[in-house]
């Protein structure tokens, strides 16, 4: 069970009513006669007041998480495995962890995965896809050649992933037995949340992963944001 701690918001309503348990006491022993008892009540009156009006405010921003640190990160990681289902397919399973270690909630309302092939490929192939990025700079990254392409979108709040929880998405596979290395990548993210600057945000992570050599499964992560 994950342990919770004193926020933040709680502690300045604290420091007030210690404040006002120390001050009270004080003025009733200057104020002594019975004219500036009627004071010492109006006093009283107005810090209980003033005081409630700011628990009240405090304890609506903590429920409502106004203090939350508005800056929703997840960390992705993959588990990827493959079996031999037929003469020519094989199946492979990803699955994706969503790990939020922020302190906002994340409702991921639309994902992508894709599966790329890294090897057989030809020399003029790599040739090409080389040139394309560090010749002619074409391309920001290497364009592997692409095996399958889908997406997944969801109502609001159907996948919310609370601070410090982990959700886990399964995607399966069929491939020939052609490729002997792909490239898995996955991509999560909410088109109708914005940060403070109104960028939209995502998570994804691609991981290579060679069919035919379990050994080699777990080389490969690159994590971007």
Avoid: C
């Avoid at 009156?45 to 903590?62: E, K, R």
């Avoid at 792909?182 to 991981?207: C, D, I, M």
């Amino acid at each position: 069970m994950r342990q919770r701690r004193i926020r933040p918001a709680l502690l300045l309503p604290a420091a007030i009513l210690l404040l006002a348990a120390v001050s009270l006491p004080a003025l009733a022993l200057i104020l002594t006669d019975s004219g500036k008892t009627k004071d010492l009540a109006a006093i009283a009156q107005s810090s209980v007041t003033a005081l409630a009006i700011l628990a009240g405010g405090f304890f609506a921003a903590y429920k409502l998480e106004v203090f939350r640190d508005f800056a929703p990160h997840l960390t992705i990681t993959h588990e990827i495995s493959h079996r031999v289902i037929s003469e020519s397919y094989v199946h492979i399973s990803v699955s994706a962890t969503l790990h939020n270690r922020s302190r906002v909630k994340v409702d991921i309302r639309e994902g992508i995965y894709r599966l790329y092939q890294i090897a057989p490929l030809s020399d003029e192939e790599v040739e090409q896809l080389y040139a394309q990025v560090f010749v002619d700079h074409d391309a920001d990254e290497i364009q592997w050649p692409k095996l399958y392409d889908f997406r997944f979108a969801r109502a609001v709040n159907e996948t919310v992933i609370e601070p410090g929880e982990s959700h886990q998405e399964i995607v399966d596979f069929i491939v020939s037995k052609d490729p002997k290395s792909v490239l898995v990548y996955t991509y999560f993210y909410n088109p109708e949340y914005h940060s403070l600057s109104r960028n939209p945000q995502g998570w994804g992570l691609a991981k290579a992963y060679d069919i035919m050599v379990d050994n080699l499964a777990n080389t490969g992560d690159l994590e971007e944001v």
